[in-house]
Every structure is written in C-alpha cells, then in structure tokens.
Antibody
Framework: EVQLLESGGGLVQPGGSLRLSCAAS????????MSWVRQAPGKGLEWLSAISGSGYSTYYADSVRGRFTISRDNSKSTLYLQMNSLRAEDTAIYYC?????????????????WGQGTLVTVSS | QSALTQPRSVSGSPGQSVTISCTGA?????????VSWYQQPPGKAPKLMIY???KRPSGVPDRFSGSKSGNTASLTISGLQAEDEADYYC??????????FGGGTKLTVL
C-alpha cells in the first residue's frame, strides 16, 4: 500500500526558513517523480514543484522559484522541500504527491497518491 | 500560470447528474490531453478521480466521467450520492513539467 507522510510543518516568522519532509513507502521510491502541492486556508490547490525519480531534474512554479528547493534522498525514500524567505502568503497545508510512470519510466502527468499534508503557518 | 476557472459551487439532488466545468487556455487544457480531477472531502487530502481527460483509476465508480472540448474540460457525476459531496479540483499539465489547478468547486448534494 502506497503511503506518503509529510512532516516538518509549524509556525515560522516571516523571512524564516523551514524544511518539509515526505516519507514514502509501499513503492519503489526512486522509480517515480514526486511533487509538492499546497493549499492556503479556505483556498484551492496550487502546484509548487516536481522532481524526477533520480533527483537530477527539478521544476518550479513561478511563485516559489528561487525561494523553495525540492530534493530527495532515495536511500531514505524521502522527499524534501526547503522553504526560505517565507512570507505570510506561504501559509498553507503542504501536500506531497506521487506521479505515476509508464513501464518505460516516462512520467505520467497527474498525481495518483497524496499524503495527508503538513501545515505551515508564517506569522510574527 | 493562471489558475483554471471552475464554478465556485454546484448542487444536485440524489440520483441526478451534475457537470463541473474547467476552463483553461490553449497553453494548458487546450494543448494537452492531460486533464485530471481530484475529490477533496472537508479536512482530507485530495483523491484522484479522473486522469488523462476521461480515464478512471481502479476503484472509482463509473458514475464519474470526464471530457474535454477545446480549452474546457468537464467532470460529470451521474446518479449523485450523498457521499459525493466534496470539493472538486481540475488540474492540467501546462508543459515543461509544470501543472496548473482550478480554483475548486464545492459540490452540494441536496
């Protein structure tokens, strides 16, 4: 059974940093691209970032490029999101999500499993 | 990367059908057959309901169906049930390994 468990959320002051983690199990972690998606309180979903299975390729939404860094440790089956220069508008629940792949390892363009999310609150 | 446009709310009675629209642009919905839909009950994580415009993952009832015409995708739920009450989000691949979501639609089962 695929499981994704986020951690690392909490209260941080504006301008501060936080690192989120997503522990994966139930699948061969290194074979799949992963992504981060967030949801501000009472708002919709916003795609933030994606990373290839190897970790060599990373992609970002304009809203977080240059401030957030996605990475992964395949030996630990864990996905990370390093968030710097945090702003009040970054307050949200942060979800990690798995992307499926074809038998050839080509990304498929949707999110088949999601974690339960971790809440990040940016406030003084 | 502008959000896709969805109606804020839709409603229907048990047994009826409802359709949720999702309007994007020629750079996302109109350019790729990679529209997906997610169901999110209050306080829970999103769940995949439709992918690649009209494909259903195993376990999703066939009451859920998807379609696309031009820059607009649609999710239709037939035979509405009380358990279908949730927020629904569309998502489109937007090229260069980026994605864009809709603002979400609250489905109320009357």
């Amino acid at each position: 059974e695929v499981q994704l468990l986020e951690s690392g959320g909490g209260l941080v002051q504006p301008g501060g940093s936080l690192r989120l983690s997503c522990a994966a199990s139930g699948f061969i972690f290194s074979s799949y691209a992963m992504s981060w998606v967030r949801q501000a309180p009472g708002k919709g979903l916003e795609w933030l970032s994606a990373i290839s299975g190897s970790g060599y390729s990373t992609y970002y939404a304009d809203s977080v490029r240059g401030r957030f860094t996605i990475s992964r440790d395949n030996s630990k089956s864990t996905l990370y999101l390093q968030m710097n220069s945090l702003r009040a508008e970054d307050t949200a629940i942060y979800y990690c999500a798995k992307l499926p792949a074809t038998p050839n390892g080509v990304w498929m363009y949707y999110f088949d499993y999601w974690g339960q999310g971790t809440l990040v609150t940016v406030s003084s | 990367q502008s959000a896709l446009t969805q109606p804020r709310s839709v409603s229907g009675s048990p047994g009826q059908s409802v359709t949720i629209s999702c309007t994007g642009a020629s750079s996302d919905v109109g350019n790729y057959n990679y529209v997906s839909w997610y169901q999110q009950p209050p306080g829970k994580a999103p769940k995949l309901m439709i992918y690649d415009v009209n494909k259903r993952p195993s376990g999703v009832p066939d009451r859920f169906s998807g379609s696309k015409s031009g820059n607009t995708a649609s999710l239709t739920i037939s035979g509405l049930q009380a358990e279908d009450e949730a927020d629904y989000y569309c998502c489109s691949y937007a090229g260069s390994y980026t994605w864009v979501f809709g603002g979400g639609t609250k489905l109320t089962v009357l």
